[in-house]
């Protein structure tokens, strides 16, 4: 079996190389296609994007580790409304499932928790014990992302920013002073926009991801408002 794999793998580099070796035959640069196309900021690290035109696949993002692979059925499309996309179902897939271990972990209890596209705070817990996330926290370090839920699950316990309530978040994460630092360092980073372009340049050639600054000691408010030192609000 993995022979057939390498042959069939052999095969299909063989004619990648004839495409771009020959495009009038394969349909020209608009076929089949690949181009570097930008970054993509992902659990703190800035990883490369590649566009590939190929018309007769489905549109999609593919994610493997060291860079983003976007597929376009033509170059017009927009890649990033698909990689922006794809960018929010990893957040509601993953900030769910890790709300959910940390409140089995502190032994709280949460209703609802929705995923929105919100500017101006980074996440918030309501009375009704319903936790508000923005989909931008998947861009962040997963120290930085586990910091916030456990800033909104202590106030399960404590509906207030009081010593007590940054005694429990102290409890379950130690670092928070510098997680709220890097939250006010790296807000511009984490709220911009995507920015993928594509050329009719061929360039199969991806770059190692960037690593964005890690936690460092200071400041910045979750529960949470990304501007630097405000009182967060809560819903």
Same mark, same amino acid.
């Given at each position: 079996?993995?022979?057939?794999?390498?042959?069939?793998?052999?095969?299909?580099?063989? #004619?990648?190389?004839?495409?771009?070796?020959?495009?009038?035959?394969?349909?020209?640069?608009?076929?089949?296609?690949?181009?570097? !196309?930008?970054?993509?900021?992902?659990?703190?690290?800035?990883?490369?994007?590649?566009?590939?035109?190929?018309?007769?696949?489905?549109?999609?993002?593919?994610?493997?580790?060291?860079?983003?692979?976007?597929?376009?059925?033509?170059?017009?499309?927009?890649?990033?409304?698909?990689?922006?996309?794809?960018?929010?179902?990893? !957040?509601?897939?993953?900030?769910?499932?890790?709300? !959910?271990?940390?409140?089995?972990?502190?032994?709280?209890?949460?209703?609802? #928790?929705?995923?929105?596209?919100?500017?101006?705070?980074?996440?918030?817990?309501?009375? =009704?014990?319903?936790?508000?996330?923005?989909?931008?926290? #998947?861009?962040?370090?997963?120290? #930085?992302?586990?910091?916030?839920?456990?800033?909104?699950?202590?106030?399960?316990?404590?509906?207030?920013?009081?010593?007590?309530?940054?005694?429990?978040?102290?409890?379950?994460?130690?670092?928070? =002073?510098?997680?709220?630092?890097?939250?006010?360092?790296?807000?511009?980073?984490?709220?911009?926009?995507?920015?993928?372009?594509?050329?009719?340049?061929?360039?199969?050639?991806?770059?190692?991801?960037?690593?964005?600054? !890690?936690?460092?000691?200071?400041?910045?408010?979750?529960?949470?408002?990304?501007?630097?030192?405000?009182?967060? =609000?809560?819903?």
């Amino acid at each position: 079996m993995s022979d057939t794999q390498t042959v069939i793998s052999d095969v299909k580099l063989f #004619i990648e190389r004839l495409k771009k070796e020959l495009p009038e035959v394969f349909g020209g640069p608009t076929e089949n296609a690949e181009t570097e !196309a930008g970054k993509i900021l992902y659990e703190g690290k800035l990883y490369p994007a590649r566009i590939h035109v190929t018309p007769d696949q489905e549109e999609g993002v593919d994610f493997n580790g060291s860079a983003f692979d976007i597929y376009l059925q033509a170059p017009q499309a927009d890649a990033n409304a698909l990689a922006d996309q794809w960018l929010r179902n990893k !957040a509601n897939e993953v900030l769910k499932a890790k709300t !959910a271990e940390w409140a089995q972990k502190m032994g709280v209890q949460y209703n609802n #928790i929705t995923i929105k596209n919100q500017q101006s705070l980074w996440a918030s817990c309501s009375a =009704k014990k319903n936790i508000n996330y923005t989909y931008h926290i #998947i861009k962040m370090p997963t120290a #930085i992302r586990d910091y916030l839920i456990v800033h909104e699950l202590s106030h399960l316990v404590h509906m207030n920013h009081g010593a007590e309530y940054w005694q429990l978040v102290a409890q379950y994460c130690p670092d928070y =002073k510098a997680h709220r630092r890097w939250l006010n360092d790296n807000r511009g980073a984490v709220f911009a926009a995507l920015d993928l372009k594509y050329t009719p340049q061929a360039d199969n050639a991806a770059p190692a991801a960037e690593q964005v600054p !890690a936690p460092q000691e200071a400041q910045a408010q979750t529960g949470t408002q990304p501007q630097a030192e405000q009182t967060p =609000k809560e819903n």
